[in-house]
Each structure stands twice: as C-alpha cells, then as structure tokens.
C-alpha cells in the first residue's frame, strides 16, 4: 500500500528538463525528478547496459564452458573420441545415415530418452563408427548440461571387483552408483570376454539399478543380437529391450580401411584439423581427475 502510494506521488512528480550536452554524442534532453539528479545521455546509458550485457554473456558463456569440460573430464570418455561428434560422422551410405539419424534423434530427443528409461543397442563390425557415434551422442548431451558416463564392460567390473578387497576404500555400493547416476551410461565392448560368474551378476547389478530407476543404458558390441543376449543373459537382455529400445546395426567395412574415412579422419584430428567440432575438442582433464 506504502509503496503504491509512493508510486503514485513519483508519478505526480514534476520534471525539470534542460539541454544537457555529451562530450562525445552532442545535445540531448536531460530530466530532473529529484533534487539535482540529471538524466545522463542515453546513448551512453544505452551504451553501457549493452556493454554490461555482453560481459554478462561471455561471463554465461565460460561458465557453461566449464561445466561442459568438467562434465566430459568426469565422463571418462577416451581422449581420442572427445572431438568425435555426430556432425563428424560421415554418412555416405543410406545404412550410415540411418545410424547417423538415429543416434541424432536419441540425443536430441534425451528428455523423453529420460522418460522412459529408453536403452540402444549398436551392434556391428569393429572400425565401423560404433564408439564414434556413442561419443556423439554423449558429446551433444553434456554440451546440454547432462551428465555422461563411459566405461568398457571389463573396466567396469574391475572397478567393481577391487572393492572387494578389504584394502578398497570404495564400497561395492559406492562403484555401483558411479555407473548407475549419469543420465547417459555407455557401455563398451560388452561381449568382450568374461570372467567369473559374479563378475556377470557386476554387470547385472549396474543395469538393473539404472532399469528400476529407468535410467538410460546405450551398449556397443562386436557381436551379433543373439550374442548380445547370450553375452549379457535374458534377464538383463530383456531389460533392454523395454520401452523400444532400439537396435542399430552397423553393418559395412571398417572405417580404418577406407580412404575417404582416412581423409574425414585427419580432418578431425585435433593436430591437423582448422575446424573446431564441438566443446568436447582437446579437453585438458588431468586438472581435475577426482573431482
Ligand atoms: N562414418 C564415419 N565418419 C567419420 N569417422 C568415422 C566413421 N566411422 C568410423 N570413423 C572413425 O574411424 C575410427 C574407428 O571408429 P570406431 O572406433 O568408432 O569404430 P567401432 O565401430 O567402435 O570399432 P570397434 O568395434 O573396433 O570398437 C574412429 O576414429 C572413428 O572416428
Ligand atoms: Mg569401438
Ligand atoms: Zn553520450
């Protein structure tokens, strides 16, 4: 009410005005509502907020930088794919550009992926761009702030296995929960080889804590569908398929032999390339392992 009034007496309030002049943009109307406070020119107020407003962008802007550095550092992505992005997949194929859209779509599309809990699968021979694409995928999502984790089934379940051990300071739980709280867990080479049976119900445990919490998991594999299944077992297999997880077969030659991947290589070699890809290029990581 108070301040209402006050409004409305400001409002009633009778201006000065005079000719004020501005050493760099001439004459200009100058107001006055209180006692000896002169509007300054505006083009230089207009000036300043602009001035004030792209350092609050840039400022922004670092930020979100480094926040995408820290998020792709703890992501574990292997330096070489960190400059993989889906914009440097070649799709010179329909197959490949079948690949390419969907991966596209399940990064673009990551708030219904959340939803539902939505797993993938991309199965295929080796040097085809499977990883590449999985790093795209993750590349896009923390570019957008979500968090990613990839791993290689085996270093998974090393991870787990050496916190059996009385000397481990992490608890099994503790392991588990690396794997199964990044929005996005990509899981590498799985198929690969495996050891004890323990060390499956590992993998078991990681799955089905991200399935109840539908969680999305993205796996890579050499193997076949049916090895996929018999490498992971039926019930983990099963949960997969749930809410229309999806199969990307990459089924063409090996990019390591191709001469017009060797060249889309090079390009995105961060040694040789001249375009800068994405956030994800050269990140400095050692500065904050362990964060
Ligand atoms: N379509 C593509 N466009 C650009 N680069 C590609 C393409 N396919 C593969 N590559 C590049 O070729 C190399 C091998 O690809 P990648 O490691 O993704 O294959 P992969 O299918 O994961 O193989 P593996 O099964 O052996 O792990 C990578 O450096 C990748 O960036
Ligand atoms: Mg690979
Ligand atoms: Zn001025």
Known sequence: MTNGNNQEIFRNMEFKTKVAYCEIHGEYDS???????WTPCPQCQAVATEKRNEEQRISDERQKQERVRKLICNSEL??????????????????KKRALSLAS???EQFDDVLQTGRCALFIGRP??????????????LMNNGYSVRYTTVNRLIRRIRSTWSRAS?????????????PALLILDEVGVQYGSEAEKISLFD????????RMPTLLISNLDRNGVAEALGERVFDRLREDAGRVVAFDWESARHT????????????????T???????????AIAGD
Do not use: W
Request: glycine share 6%.
């Open 78 to 95: 292997p330096t070489r794919f960190t400059d993989r992005t889906l914009d440097s997949f070649v799709a010179d194929t329909p197959q």
């Open 127 to 140: 040097g085809t761009g499977k990883t590449h694409l999985a790093a795209g995928i993750g590349l896009h």
């Open 31 to 37: 107001r006055c509502r209180l006692i000896n406070y």
């Open 169 to 181: 300071e992490e608890t099994e739980q503790q392991a588990i929960a690396a794997f199964s709280r």
């Open 105 to 107: 779509e399940y990064a």
């Open 276 to 286: 800068q890809q994405n956030a994800g290029s050269g990140v400095p990581c050692t």
């Open 259 to 274: 001469t017009v991947m060797k060249a889309a290589l090079d390009e995105t070699n961060p040694k040789t390339s001249t």
């Open 206 to 213: 990681v799955i089905n804590e991200r399935y109840e919490n």
